[in-house]
């Protein structure tokens, strides 16, 4: 296991900036906004030589009460989790006293540590930089994240503190499956995926909007690997407000890109309204696997939970999914948590699925047996059709004026497919080309 660096400090002192210079991608929301990060981050940073677990933590004021109470407790967390700290001051701003509450509690910890005096570029700003000396914590590094100045200094220091492991290169693991946890505000992503890894991981309590950045948790359960993505919640397009809340819908947006299974997490007091249609059609416009988790089921009336019901329910609101999985969670009593999994797991192996290009054939000829094309201002005619790729399943089928074709009979014919190859919760893609005629041009050299 590669060794672990937290970087710690009062808000906006750069935190997010150096851990995104430090993993190499934009990965961390960054704003001149104090107090952007809330929950902690965590990636795989490299720096010269040297491998190793970078966290990026929230900063919060000394006197913290209430949601700043809970930041502190995760970035207490984080401390006593790592190999080593990095403590983060603005040489700009020069040193304030919640610096020193920070340089405090990084050494009541006993973790080895590297002062950083962050925003040191020009004159000005290595002069702040000495002022750090103040803290007790040793010679400051003077660095630029923004820039990247200064960071073969801070491999020096780095790799003075660290555990020989650090600088080890780390064996690949398998790859896991890529989830993202997606939602309206408050309909308790964070929740749900504490209760998944059974540790307080994620930042938690009744304030809507809490999560802003986009966070991986690792996870592995029933002998699968996952990498779950908590994500901020998100509001219909003209509700969000502010540059934090359209930054961090954007993040998460991403999160969905590049997520190979979305579960989309459903209040279970107010079920399927209009903007978690919009957010499950979004997963599989994107073409990712689809999965519905029914959240605060210990709230519910158990009737409307039953199998049955949220069955009919899923297929009415969804029928460009039909047959999505649906299972009923609670993050605090842990209920469907393990059939949860399972179902992830499922569509992810339909997500990946490949048909052979004779059983395609059949169905085609037997789709067109009970139910031709229509004559649309002449015949069409549907030859053969065969899988480009998995992930989703997409298929391109061959025929003469498929444009006409009219998005009825596509249904149609997706329909059958879903239901002929078992391809529930997943988006079904259809190309169409057109075939090309074997005498084309031959009339007309014959004429000559």
Not at 215 to 224: M, N, P, T, Y
Request: glycine letters at 10%; proline letters at 6%; aromatic letters at 4%.
């Amino acid at each position: 296991m590669p060794a672990t660096v937290a970087i710690v400090g009062r808000p906006n002192v750069g935190k997010s900036t150096l851990f995104n210079r430090l993993v190499g991608r934009r990965l961390a929301l960054v704003d001149d906004t104090p107090g952007v990060t809330r929950d902690r981050r965590e990636g795989e940073a490299h720096l010269g030589g040297l491998s190793f677990r970078v966290i990026d933590t929230a900063g919060f004021e000394p006197a913290a009460t209430g949601l700043e109470a809970r930041m502190r407790a995760l970035t207490e967390a984080a401390i006593r989790n790592a190999d080593a700290v990095l403590v983060l001051v603005d040489a700009r701003a020069g040193i304030l006293p919640a610096d020193h509450e920070f340089a405090d509690l990084v050494r009541r910890s006993g973790k080895p540590v590297v002062l950083v005096a962050n925003k040191s570029e020009g004159k000005r700003g290595l002069e702040g930089a000495y002022e750090a000396f103040a803290l007790g914590l040793g010679e400051p590094v003077a660095v630029s994240a923004e820039h990247g100045e200064g960071l073969a200094d801070l491999y020096d220091a780095l790799a003075a503190v660290l555990p020989a492991r650090g600088a080890a290169p780390e064996l690949a693991p398998a790859k896991p499956i890529q989830v993202a946890v997606i939602g309206r505000p408050n309909a308790g992503k964070s929740t749900l995926i504490n209760a998944l890894i059974g540790a307080e991981r994620l930042l938690t309590g009744p304030e809507p909007g809490i999560t802003r950045d986009s966070i991986a948790v690792s996870l592995a359960r029933g002998g699968k690997h996952f990498e779950l993505f908590d994500t901020a919640g998100l509001r219909r397009r003209g509700k969000v407000a502010g540059k934090l809340e359209k930054l961090a819908a954007a993040d998460a947006l991403r999160a969905v890109r590049f997520a190979e299974v979305v579960v989309l997490l459903i209040d279970a007091t107010h079920p399927f309204e209009e903007q978690d249609l919009r957010l499950a059609d979004l997963a599989l416009q994107e073409g990712r696997a689809l999965v519905l988790a029914i959240s605060k089921a210990d709230l519910a009336d158990k009737k409307e939970l039953s199998a049955k019901h949220l069955r009919r329910e899923a297929d009415h609101w969804l029928p460009q999914a039909r047959g999505v999985a649906v299972v009923p969670v609670s993050g605090l009593s842990g209920e469907g948590l393990d059939r949860l999994i399972d179902a992830v797991v499922a569509t992810h192996e339909i997500w990946n699925r490949r048909v052979p290009t004779a059983a395609l054939n059949r169905f085609l000829a037997t789709a067109l047996e009970a139910n031709p094309p229509p004559v649309a201002g002449g015949r069409i005619k549907l030859r053969y059709m065969t899988q480009a790729k998995a992930r989703p399943p997409s298929f391109v089928l061959f025929g003469t004026r498929t444009k006409a074709l009219p998005e009825s009979y596509v249904r149609y014919l997706v329909n059958g497919m879903r239901e002929a190859f078992d391809l529930p919760g997943v988006p079904i893609r259809v190309a169409f080309r057109e075939a090309k005629n074997p005498y084309a041009g031959k009339n007309r050299r014959a004429g000559r």
